[in-house]
C-alpha cells in the first residue's frame, strides 16, 4: 500500500485548486443558465463528464463495476444512488436555485454537506457516532443554518416570490450531498473511479430524458453560456473526479474533507469579483458560524 504523505506540497496545491475548481462552479452555472434551462444545464454537464470519466475508466482502469456477484450488484445499487443523490437531483436543485439567488449564496450552502454528514452516520456508518464534541459543533452549524434561511431571512431581498423556494432548494441540494456522501460509505469496495464514472454514467441516463422531456432540445445560446457548460462538465465534474481520486489515494479522505471549507470561501470570491453580487451580511454570518460548527465538530485532540 502506498504510504499517505498528506502535508506534501503537491498534494496541498492539488487541494487547493480542487476547491477553486469547485468554488467556481456556482459562477459557471450562473453564466450557463442565462441561455439554457436548469435541467439542460445539469443534463450536458453530465454528458460532457460522463464521456471523460467513462472513457478514462476503461483506458487507465478497469472499466466500470462488473455485473456477475451479489457483491457486484449491491455495489451498482450504491451507484445509482450515488447517481441521483450526487449528480442528477442536486445539480438541477442548485441550478433552478441559482435562477433566483446569488451563486454565493448557492456556494455557501454547500457548507451544509459536512455538517448534515454528521447525524447521518451517526444512523447509518458503524463506528462514526455523534458524541459531545460532534453534537457541539452541529448546534453551532445549524445555528448558521438558520440564520441563512431562517425567519429573519425568509422573506428574501430580490422581490422575487420564489426566492425562498430557491434558497430551500439549494440547502435540499446539500442534503442529497450528504446522502450520497452516506451512500458511497456504505458501499463495498470497489475502484473510486470505477464507482464515480459509473454513478455520472446513471446520472446522466435519468437526466438526458428528463431534460429534453420538460425544458426540449436546446437552441444554440450565445458563447458565454456555451463555454460555461464545457467549463461545468470538463473542470467541476469530469477533472475534479480525478483530482479528488488522486488525492483520497495519496493523502487520505480526512485530508481531502479539508475541501469543504474552501469551496463557500470562493464561490462567494467569484461571485462578488466576478459577477458583481452583494451578499447581505447575515449570509457571511451564517458562512462563519457553519465552519466554525464543521471546525469543532472535525477537531481532534493529538
Known amino acids: 500500500m502506498t ?27 450562473k453564466l450557463a443558465l442565462t441561455g ?43 451507484i445509482f444512488g450515488m447517481g441521483l ?17 446569488a451563486s454565493g449564496f ?23 457516532p455523534m458524541n459531545r464534541r460532534k453534537v457541539i459543533g452541529f448546534i453551532i452549524g445549524f ?3 438558520v440564520i441563512l434561511v431562517g425567519p429573519n431571512t425568509f422573506l428574501g431581498t430580490s422581490g422575487d416570490p420564489l426566492e425562498p423556494l430557491a434558497r430551500l432548494a439549494c440547502v435540499a441540494a446539500a442534503s442529497c450531498y450528504a446522502i450520497g456522501s452516506i451512500i458511497t460509505r456504505r458501499c463495498p469496495p470497489v475502484g473510486l473511479l470505477s464507482y464515480s464514472a459509473a454513478g455520472l454514467l446513471v446520472g446522466t441516463i435519468g437526466m438526458v430524458p428528463i431534460a429534453l422531456y420538460f425544458e426540449g432540445i436546446p437552441a444554440l445560446p450565445d458563447t458565454k453560456a456555451t463555454l460555461s457548460i464545457l467549463y461545468l462538465g470538463l473542470f467541476p465534474t469530469a477533472l475534479a473526479t480525478i ?22 470561501i470562493w464561490a462567494v470570491t467569484f461571485g462578488v469579483v ?18 466554525l460548527g464543521l471546525g469543532v465538530s472535525q477537531w481532534k485532540r493529538r
Open 36 to 78: 439554457f434551462g436548469p435541467m439542460t444545464v445539469a443534463a450536458l454537464r453530465l454528458i460532457i463528464a460522463t464521456s471523460l470519466l467513462v472513457s478514462f475508466a476503461y483506458i487507465f482502469r478497469n472499466g466500470l463495476p462488473k455485473w456477475q456477484t451479489p457483491t457486484d450488484k449491491r455495489i451498482w445499487l450504491h
Open 274 to 291: 466576478f459577477l458583481g453580487e452583494e451578499l447581505p451580511p447575515s449570509f457571511l454570518g451564517a458562512l462563519a458560524l457553519i465552519l
Open 85 to 101: 443523490f450526487t449528480n442528477a437531483i442536486p445539480f438541477t436543485l442548485l441550478n433552478w436555485g441559482q435562477l433566483r439567488v
Open 243 to 264: 483530482m479528488l481520486v488522486y488525492i483520497i489515494n495519496k493523502a487520505g479522505p480526512s485530508f481531502m474533507s479539508l475541501v469543504n471549507y474552501q469551496v463557500p
Open 143 to 145: 445555528s448558521g443554518v
Open 3 to 29: 504510504a499517505k504523505t498528506p502535508h506534501s506540497l503537491l498534494n496541498w496545491a492539488l487541494l487547493i485548486i480542487l476547491g477553486i475548481i469547485w468554488g467556481g462552479s456556482f459562477m459557471g452555472a
Open 106 to 128: 448557492a456556494g455557501i450552502s454547500m457548507a451544509v454537506v459536512p455538517l448534515l454528514i454528521l447525524p447521518l452516520a451517526h444512523f447509518f456508518v458503524a463506528g462514526d
